[in-house]
């Protein structure tokens, strides 16, 4: 289970970025799936997004988890996925799962090589603070008077720091009420749900006041998480509710997203977004949405001689003796790997010998391990001291 499934009281407070355009339009934390049955290339172990999220298949459904509102970062965890709370920029070791959602970028690609189908999303760059989408056009997004939340079209338009999370009616950075904000001390200063939280689980105070004791406050005990400021009202809030507040129903036709009423538009879209937060449909399989429009899986092999082509396919497979990592077949090696785990599926390490799962030049690169003799035997390999037998 994810460490973050248990954000429940960060993840329901309705943060929104923007992973694919018209594919992820809503990121709904951990408990709601954002896109049912729409995992598409996006596995188990997950992957990291170009706004800071972590997107993960369960089942046969999309969830998103929004890393930037206190826990950054997006990346590889020990535990073998991606999710909140890495390293930034935390890579798997392996180079089996890449980091982007988009896949590995083709070789072609460097830092700083322009957006475009080769170099899309996270692999390619925009100027002016435009976004790479999927399919390698950029876009700028219209965030006039915004400080965070989303632009018309889904866009981030910035994150809030630690303690704080988007309001996005308000478009505003709003904090988080005292109890819903971990701490390294126990308990929360006498707040409204200590006794609750603290009859249930003794050591949020008597230990610290983690982000276990957070979701108990809002989930088990009732607390209501909701950012709100000092002196609340409804300006720049069209509908819905906002801390106590009614601030008025949206007219047949209409829903209410985000504080703002929005006619949802599906007109000639069978997928993608409806402009309000919702989605027009779904495409099955590996098909991908293009402007609405359900299109097939067009295979990414730009410049990559192994690995997935994005569409469940290869674009090609390595020799024996070599691995794929990120799109390119290298050979096995303890190269900067000696006493434990290459970026390979082997070992660097004396008890490499004893399970047979050495890389073949362990001898070479490593040979302290090898003994006085140079000699070992190694899995099939065989003897190794310096020189292929």
């Not at 027009?280 to 410049?303: H, I, L, N, R």
Request: charged share 20%.
């Amino acid at each position: 289970m994810r460490f973050f499934g248990l954000l429940v009281c960060w993840s329901l407070l309705g943060v929104v970025s923007h992973a694919r355009a018209g594919e992820v339009t809503e990121c709904k934390g951990s408990l709601k799936p954002t896109v049912p049955g729409g995992c598409g290339s996006v596995t188990e172990v997950g992957c990291c997004d170009a706004f800071g999220r972590v997107l993960y298949c369960k089942g046969k459904d999309l969830y998103c988890i929004d890393c930037t509102d206190g826990f950054q970062y997006c990346g590889w965890k020990s535990a073998g996925y991606y999710d909140c709370g890495a390293k930034e920029g935390a890579e798997d070791p392996m180079g089996k799962n890449p980091f982007s959602c988009s896949g590995a970028c083709s070789p072609l690609c460097h830092e700083g090589s322009p957006c475009s189908p080769e170099c899309p999303a996270q692999c390619g760059a925009c100027e002016g603070g435009g976004v790479c989408q999927a399919g390698g056009t950029c876009y700028v997004p219209a965030c006039a008077g915004k400080e965070c939340g989303t632009d018309p079209m889904g866009f981030a338009c910035g994150n809030c720091p630690a303690g704080k999370v988007c309001e996005e009616g308000l478009g505003k950075c709003l904090s988080l009420p005292e109890p819903c904000l971990p701490k390294s001390k126990p308990g929360c200063g006498g707040c409204d749900c200590e006794a609750c939280v603290c009859g249930k689980y003794p050591n949020c105070c008597t230990e610290n006041w983690d982000i276990f004791c957070v979701a108990a406050c809002e989930v088990g005990c009732g607390f209501d998480c909701s950012p709100c400021p000092e002196k609340p009202s409804c300006e720049g809030i069209e509908c819905g509710k906002f801390c106590g507040l009614e601030c008025g129903k949206c007219d047949k036709g209409k829903v209410c997203s985000y504080g703002k009423c929005c006619a949802p538009s599906c007109a000639g879209k069978v997928c993608g977004s409806d402009g309000c937060g919702g989605q027009c449909g779904t495409c099955p399989g590996t098909d991908e949405c293009e402007a609405g429009q359900c299109v097939a899986c067009k295979p990414k092999c730009a410049g990559k001689e192994c690995g997935g082509d994005g569409c469940g396919g290869e674009c090609g497979t390595c020799p024996q003796d070599a691995e794929c990592v990120s799109g390119v077949c290298k050979k096995q090696s303890c190269f900067d790997a000696c006493g434990g785990q290459s970026v390979f599926d082997c070992w660097c390490d004396a008890a490499c010998m004893q399970y047979g799962d050495c890389c073949p030049d362990v001898c070479l690169e490593c040979p302290e391990i090898c003994g006085e003799t140079g000699c070992q035997k190694i899995g099939a390999e065989g003897c190794c001291s310096g020189t292929k037998p």
